[in-house]
């Protein structure tokens, strides 16, 4: 698998494009590590009081991993498959929170194994389980409060209820003797109905004082994931919101000590990747006089690799083309996929000029919840090769070139 690694003065999306199919002929991702660095530097400065734990499971590249890891993000893992990623790359266990209320026994002794010892619950079962396997650990309940104007919601299949289940959780827990550290909620993935997180902050600063009550002392505030990741810049909105909620519910001077943290997936990586895709096939439908009725083009990405996300939920894309015709007419357009099941269908009904075969069409936004999700249907591979790119100035200038899993070219 190629991996090139070029440097440019300033990362421009059209121009990289070009310089991967120089070394890529296949569809491959373009990944800009300098958005991934930006989008971490903003975090600090937007949210200085929330650490982020990044969600591995939106995407593991490994070069991701470890350009996080490096500039000092910590994990949010689902799995010891996951955990044993992040240990791998030297991340020591406080760096990591096992967030997964639901999880397999034999998980939970990896976790104990590695010292892993942060992880969430939501329900009696778990507290049993963790209580006989790794009755030291130190626990984060987690609460249901989602929001329904989230693009992929979360709350039907964990947390608990807050005003019922959660405070007869802690007395049990209290029973059990367990360590139980703080509260967490996620308000589901891809949600810009921000005030949510406003809310959830205050369900669980009462839950902070319920625990309190019964003799808990709580050191940690998890707000989950969710943030957009767009290329948008969306933080400076939804940190104003999250920052005044989190100031009116647990103002510094009262809770000098808490860690607030957060499981941010997408708004990492979404805009650091982009699909670049080719024309395969294509079939023009006439009517009787010749004229082009519509238009059907064959892409070499379809949803059983990099496009899961579309039957999956509402999410839509938007196809960019890299070389224009200069043509003013348009086509009713359908892109499909490439594997022969008729709902490998990208996006349809959408108006583009006439292209041709192996003509490249792109897809920006492309770096959350696509590479992990791939499957080999019909042999074609879920595998996709990835061209890096990484902008050259003072903070790409202190990455250590040899932690990476490729090769380097100056490219200024
Ligand atoms: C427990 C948990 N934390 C964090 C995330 C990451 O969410 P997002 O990518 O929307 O930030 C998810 C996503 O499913 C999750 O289930």
New binding site residues.
């Given amino acids: 698998m190629s991996k090139i690694f070029y440097y440019f003065s300033h990362f421009h999306l059209e121009k990289s494009i070009e310089r991967s199919l120089k070394v890529e002929n296949d569809s491959h991702y373009i990944c800009n590590l300098s958005d991934l660095i930006r989008k971490y530097e903003d975090w600090k400065t937007y949210l200085p009081r929330v650490k982020p734990?990044y969600?591995v499971?939106?995407n593991d590249n490994i070069n991701v991993l470890k350009l996080l890891a490096f500039i000092g993000c910590s994990f949010?893992c689902?799995s010891a498959g996951e955990i044993e990623k992040i240990l791998s790359l030297n991340v020591g266990p406080e760096r990591i929170i096992f967030?997964?209320?639901t999880k397999f026994a034999k998980h939970i002794e990896f976790a104990e194994r590695h010292k892993v010892n942060l992880m969430?619950f939501d329900n009696e079962d778990e507290l049993y389980k963790i209580l006989k396997i790794y009755p030291n650990a130190k626990l984060i309940l987690?609460i249901r409060y989602g929001s329904d104007k989230?693009l992929?919601k979360?709350s039907e299949k964990?947390g608990s209820l807050p005003n019922t289940e959660a405070p007869e959780l802690l007395k049990l827990a209290k029973r059990l003797k367990l360590n139980v550290v703080g509260i967490?909620f996620?308000i589901?993935?891809?949600?810009e109905d921000y005030k949510v997180y406003c809310r959830a902050i205050a369900i669980s600063r009462a839950l902070f004082q319920f625990a309190a009550d019964i003799g808990f002392k709580f050191k940690i505030l998890d707000i989950?994931?969710?943030?957009p990741?767009d290329n948008f810049n969306r933080i400076k909105e939804f940190s104003i919101i999250i920052n005044d909620a989190l100031n009116r519910n647990f103002p510094l001077d009262e809770f000098p000590n808490l860690e607030i943290v957060?499981?941010?997936?997408?708004?990492?990586v979404?805009s650091a990747f982009t699909l670049v895709t080719q024309i395969h096939s294509r079939k023009i439908t006439r009517d009787a006089n010749g004229k082009i009725v519509s238009v059907m083009y064959y892409l070499n990405e379809g949803i059983y690799s990099n496009f899961l996300f579309i039957p999956l939920g509402p999410e839509k894309v938007t196809p960019k083309i890299l070389s224009h015709k200069r043509t003013n007419e348009k086509f009713k357009t359908t892109l499909w996929g490439p594997t022969l099941d008729s709902i490998d269908k990208i996006c349809q009904n959408i108006e583009l000029e006439l292209l041709e075969i192996d003509d490249v069409i792109y897809f920006i936004n492309m770096g959350?919840?696509t590479t992990t999700v791939g499957t080999n249907f019909n042999s074609f591979s879920a595998k996709t090769n990835i061209v890096y790119f990484l902008e050259k100035n003072i903070e790409s200038n202190k990455l250590n070139t040899e932690l990476f899993d490729f090769n380097f070219i100056n490219d200024t």
């Fill in positions: 734990y969600a499971k939106c949010d689902a967030a997964n209320t969430t987690r989230a992929y979360l964990f967490s996620h589901g993935s891809r949600c989950g994931g969710g943030f990741g957060s499981e941010p997936g997408r708004y990492f979404e959350a919840y």
